[in-house]
Each structure stands twice: as structure tokens, then as C-alpha cells.
């Protein structure tokens, strides 16, 4: 060993280089690979005897240049329904996850609700949840309850992802070490307010990651009102493929849910992986 700084600054660039090999070897064997195995995948599927097939049903150009202005119309309609329903959700899970964590006594018939809400719900398809809602609503003739489908599809999908949402966030909250909650009351916080501006800000960070996997798969659920006659994008592809008996306008609809589901997604993965690496010191 020497205390030459020169020497130590040259060791560190050498090591700095190595990696910066090793890290480009890896990228090009990875890009390789991709590329030889999505060579070796769509080789396989265009050599299929029903290739032809099922390029005229699902692959047309001139078909799916027909079905894309009804689709994209439609598909606004989804976005309008995920945004909505997203901030209802949000709304109804917290309230949900901390109505279960309060302890006074007096909350227990309260703290019985929630429970149930989230059994009965988590345990019910949301399909079904869909039908109970947009067919049985309007059966009670109740004053105040929405008559469209729209609003009915909201609640449906806002009582089934409440349920779900309620227990990431509950989860949340049970993370956070006692000694947070504990440490704010000595500093003369009342339980809400250590709750809303010590534990809740740091279970909402830590449950970011499945948060947004659930908002991924409510974005797709959308598609679950066409089941009961609301127009969105799935519903206009129905409509435009019986129409020519060709397949090509799910492929578009597809198109246009990947299209938001997988930047998202990337994104949850970036979260978790900062996430991961800020628990370990990392960052």
C-alpha cells in the first residue's frame, strides 16, 4: 500500500473503467439476447399454419385505421372514469384504514363496519360488484342515487378498490414504528394530529409501490362497465368488430390500455427500487 495520492486516484480510475466495461458487456448481452429471443418468439408465431389467419382478423391496417377514432373516443371515457374513481378511492381507503387503527373503545361498532366492508368486498369479484351496483341501485328508486351509468360504474369501482386500497394503506400504517406516533404525542400532538402529519405522511410514502399496482389493475377494470352497456373503449371495439366480423379493433383497444398502464407500471418499479435501496442506505 502507498499513501501516493496519484496512486490511489489512478487505482480508482482503473476500477472506475472495469465497471464501466463490465456494465456495458452486460447491456450489450442483454440488448442481444432480447433481440434473438423476440427473433426466435415472432419467428415461431408467423410460422404457425394460422398465421394468415389471424393476421387478416387481428392485424388489419385498414380495419384498425377504421376503429381508432371510435376507440380513442371511447377510451376517454376510461380515462374520465380511472381519474375519478382513482381520488374516491383514495378518499375512502384512508378514511377506511384509519377508522380500523383508531383504539378508543367507543369506535368499535364503527371499526366492525370497516371490517366487513373490507371482507365483503375484497371477497366479491368486481364484476359482480359492477352488475349489483349498476342494475340495483336504480331498482331502489332511492332520491339522490345517480341514474347514469357513468356514476354508477364510479361507485362500483370505488366500493371494490376501497376495500382493497384500505388495507395497503392500513398496512401502511402499521409499519410505521410505534415510537413515531409515540414521540409526536410527548410533543403535545393530539392522536389526529401525530396521525395526519407524522404516521399517515410516512405509511403513504412506504405503500407508494402497491398503491400504483392497484391503480394499474383499476385502469383495466374500467373495461368491466362495457358488461353493462357503458360505451367505453372495449364496448366501441365489441361494436366495430360485429360490424366487419374482424378482431382488429381489440388489438387497437389493447393498444391504447398499454399504452397508460405500462409507463405507470415502470414507474411503480422505479418507486419500489428507491424504496428498496433508501431502506438499505443506498440512496
Request: aromatic fraction near 10%.
Amino acid at each position: 500500500m502507498t499513501d501516493d495520492p496519484w496512486v490511489v486516484s489512478e487505482t480508482q480510475r482503473a476500477r472506475l473503467r472495469y465497471r464501466r466495461r463490465r456494465t456495458l458487456q452486460r447491456g450489450l448481452l442483454a440488448v442481444a439476447s432480447t433481440v434473438v429471443g423476440l427473433g426466435l418468439l415472432g419467428w415461431a408465431v408467423t410460422s404457425a399454419p394460422g398465421w394468415i389467419t389471424v393476421q387478416e382478423r387481428y392485424f388489419d391496417p385498414e380495419e384498425a385505421r377504421t376503429a381508432l377514432p371510435n376507440v380513442a373516443s371511447a377510451f376517454w371515457l376510461n380515462v374520465r372514469l380511472f381519474v375519478v374513481a382513482e381520488v374516491l378511492i383514495l378518499v375512502v381507503a384512508i378514511v377506511v384504514a384509519l377508522v380500523r387503527v383508531v383504539p378508543a373503545p367507543a369506535m368499535a361498532p364503527v371499526r366492525l363496519l370497516a371490517v366487513v366492508y373490507t371482507d365483503v368486498f375484497r371477497g366479491t369479484p368486481t364484476l359482480l360488484v359492477v352488475y349489483l351496483v349498476c342494475f340495483g341501485f336504480p331498482a331502489l328508486e332511492l332520491q339522490g342515487v345517480p341514474g347514469s351509468l357513468f356514476w354508477l360504474g364510479v361507485i362500483a369501482l370505488t366500493l371494490s378498490y376501497g376495500a382493497y386500497v384500505a388495507e395497503v394503506v392500513r398496512a401502511g400504517i402499521v409499519s410505521v414504528h410505534p415510537s413515531q406516533a409515540l414521540s409526536a404525542r410527548a410533543l403535545g400532538l393530539t392522536y389526529g394530529q401525530s396521525m395526519r402529519r407524522v404516521v399517515l405522511p410516512q405509511a403513504m410514502r412506504r405503500v407508494l409501490p402497491p398503491l400504483l399496482n392497484d391503480f394499474v389493475s383499476l385502469q383495466k377494470d374500467t373495461a368491466l362497465l362495457a358488461s353493462v352497456g357503458l360505451v367505453e373503449a372495449l364496448r366501441a371495439a365489441q361494436i366495430q368488430a360485429t360490424q366487419n366480423f374482424d378482431f382488429t379493433p381489440y388489438v387497437v383497444t389493447a393498444a391504447f390500455f398499454i399504452a397508460v398502464t405500462v409507463p405507470v407500471a415502470r414507474l411503480t418499479d422505479w418507486l419500489a427500487l428507491r424504496q428498496v435501496r433508501r431502506e438499505q442506505g443506498l440512496a
